[in-house]
Each structure stands twice: as C-alpha cells, then as structure tokens.
C-alpha cells in the first residue's frame, strides 16, 4: 500500500480532490491530506478526513499536531507527495522556496517525489510568471501535469482546468511504480511531436500532415531506457506512452512556450512539423465565402523552436532535429544542421506515406558526416536513435 500526501489548494477545482482521494483509495493507496488555507474555503476537512480514513492537518502552529509528529516526519513518511489542485500562488510559493504556512513548510522539508496538477485561470496559466515558476519547479525535479484545456468556472476557455481525477490518478500511480534502472537514468529529455494548427479564423487553420506517431514512438523509447521524458505534443490523436509526462498545444507559439518551461533538459529531440507561418490576425468570426475573390492572408513568421535552443542559455547538450524533404534529403538536412545549430538532423523523404505511415527510413545528419538507415518500423527508429542519445550522453 503507497502512502500518498495530498495538498489541497485553495481554488475552485478543490472539489475534485475529494474524488482524488475516493479513488485513490479504492485503488488501495492510503492517503493523508492537508487542506490549506484557501482550500478550506471550498471543502471541509472532515468531507477529506472521512474520504481518506485518516487525519486531515490544515495549521503549521498546532502545538498537539508538532509534538505527535511535527511537520518535518510528516513531509517524509509518504511515497508521493501530491498538490492537487496547484494553484498559480501556491506554484509561485513553491517555485521560491517559501515555506510560510503548513503545505509550502511540507513541500520544503520533503525527501520525497512531488507532483502537481494545476488548476487556474486561463490567463494566470498563460502569464509568464507562471511559466517561469513551472519551468523552475520542472527544474527542480517536481512534476508538474500540464492542465485540461475547456471551460473555466470563471466563463473563460483555455487551457488551465485541473486535469480529471482519473488521469491524475494515473499519473500518480506511474511516478509510484518502480521504474527498472536503465541507460538514462537520472536524465531528462525533451521532445516534441505532431503538428502544430494555425487559426485562420474560429473554424480554419494552416497545418500539415504530421501524426506525432514517429515522436510518440521516440518518446517511449526514451522512457524505455530510464529517462524522464517531456513530451511536447501539437494536435494528436495518440496515447501518452507509459512514463512520459505530456504537455498539449495547439500552436507553434505554445509550443515554444512548452518547450521553454521543460527546461532544462540533457537532450532535446524536435520532431514536431510546426508551421514555418501563421496568419497574422486570425479573423474572430468565421470567413464567409461570396462572390467576390477572397482577400490574400498576410502571413508572418513563427518563431524557429530549434534555432532557439540552440542560443538559449539552457540549450541541452544533445541537440537532436528532425527534417522532412521531399528530394535532396541529405543536402538539405546538412544545411538545416548548420543553419539551426543541431548537432544532429535526422531527415527523411516524405514524399511516400511516410506521414501518418507506420515505417521510416531516415539518413543521420551529425558533424562526421551521415548514414543511412534502411526502412524500419518506426517504433524500431525510435529505439535505434534512442540507444544513440544515451551513448552520446555518456559520452
């Protein structure tokens, strides 16, 4: 039986705690929570306390509570410690090591794994501050899930909705079960995948044929070998491969943001097709079609994700890209390697069925020169430039 320590945070979304613990529990795990402040204001402790069978603490300065346990055996006699739902404030108190009420005091004494699920605002998710505070506690080591997209209790839509209680259930299981020591152990790897969807107005967008199957398959085998694995997806109808903490965008702009948060990273892998242009005001209203000739889109340039690593302050030691040619394969992927600053550029011709297809055949672009790898499955790619990355690392 786990030993799961659920911090409530104060927000709308606390509800949903209360079904965390009932599952947790049918599910056989014991839990422990504590309410904070504001998450009093939406639940009770005793609706937690008769959920969890089990004590809810909720004061810092409880002088029964410090000389029975105290804070500090508290914060380390559980497997998981879990935020649930982690507000912006209480991400920002964690991110800056505060400790000034009983869940940040917890969170700062604890010798074991931390998880949150994030539940705000769909501004306050957006707001740089909070993507730096996420990027830190990524960081940090903390996993933080990325938040349902949907409508808010506040009337707006976007991404921030705490993630259902089922997946964080799953999530929570994932980070307790024992993960066999592999060749990337301790490492974490960045990669992206699928396309990205430019608006054109509410009901259109420029995109491409990408099916994120060749960058899931990648992921997994990451994940495979030991590592801890962030997974950037653009719009995609694919299972999280076991393992992998997945972060969903719809555009190139969201996805350079993701991948700015996941850092730092040992090695990053680019095989998203993001859109290399993006209107540059998408219409509020549906474009209707009459007579008259369609006005020309003004298109502007999106930001180059790879390029940017490669000058970032935190660009991960292995730079991996991905290039998708339709002729001149190798001249074009040799070029791209330069021109982005990737160490390596693997390129294939996508002229067949490659997008979308179930097999791959890539060239490996790297300072040495390149080689061709024959067709294979791409689970089998994966898995070959897998066991490359990790070599390269230990390197």
């Known amino acids: 039986m786990s030993r799961i320590l659920l911090i409530v945070g104060g927000g709308i979304a606390a509800y949903k705690s209360c079904e965390l613990v009932r599952e947790l529990r049918r599910r056989g795990h014991r839990v422990r929570c504590v309410l904070t402040e504001g998450g009093a204001h939406f639940v009770t402790a005793m609706t937690l306390a008769a959920l969890s069978e089990d004590k809810v603490y909720t004061d810092l300065w409880d002088l029964k509570d410090e000389a029975e346990m105290g804070h500090i055996q508290l914060s380390r006699e559980a497997d998981l410690v879990v935020v649930a739902p982690a507000t912006a404030d209480l991400l920002a108190r964690m991110a800056a090591g505060l400790a000034n009420d009983l ?11 931390v998880l949150a699920a994030p539940a705000m605002n769909v501004r306050m998710w957006l707001h740089a501050a909070t993507q730096r505070n996420v990027a830190q506690l990524r960081g940090d080591g903390v996993t933080v899930m990325a938040p349902d997209e949907g409508a808010m209790a506040c009337g707006e839509f976007g991404p921030g909705r705490l993630p ?144 940017g690593l490669s000058t970032d302050p935190r660009r991960p030691r292995l730079l991996v890209g991905f290039a998708a040619e339709t002729e001149q394969v190798v001249a074009h992927a040799t070029a791209k390697r330069a021109r982005k600053g990737a160490d390596w550029i693997v390129a294939n011709d996508v002229s067949g069925d490659v997008m979308g297809g179930d097999a791959n055949a890539v060239q490996l672009v790297t300072a040495q020169g390149f080689e061709t790898w024959e067709r294979l499955p791409k689970a089998a790619v994966a898995a070959r430039l897998a066991e490359r990355i990790a070599a390269a690392l230990a390197g």
């Open 164 to 307: 259902e209680p089922l997946a964080i259930a799953d999530r929570i299981e994932r980070a307790l079960a024992p993960r066999a020591a592999g060749v990337l152990a301790g490492r974490h790897v960045l990669v992206t995948a699928g396309p990205t969807h430019e608006p054109i107005d509410p009901v259109r967008y420029i995109a491409n044929r990408s099916s994120g199957k060749q960058g899931f398959a990648i992921a997994a085998a990451l994940a495979e070998l030991g590592a801890r694995v962030t997974l950037v997806a653009g719009p995609v109808a694919l299972a999280t491969p076991a393992g992998v903490d997945r972060v969903d965008v719809e555009t190139a702009a969201e996805m350079a943001a993701a991948v700015g948060a996941a850092l730092p990273a040992d090695a990053a892998v680019m095989v998203a097709a993001v859109a290399d242009w993006r209107v540059e005001q998408a219409a509020a209203q549906k474009l209707k079609k009459d007579a008259a000739a369609p006005a020309p889109l003004a298109l502007v340039a999106n930001p180059d994700i790879l390029a």
């Open 103 to 113: 869940a940040t005091t917890l969170l700062l004494a604890t010798d074991k794994p």
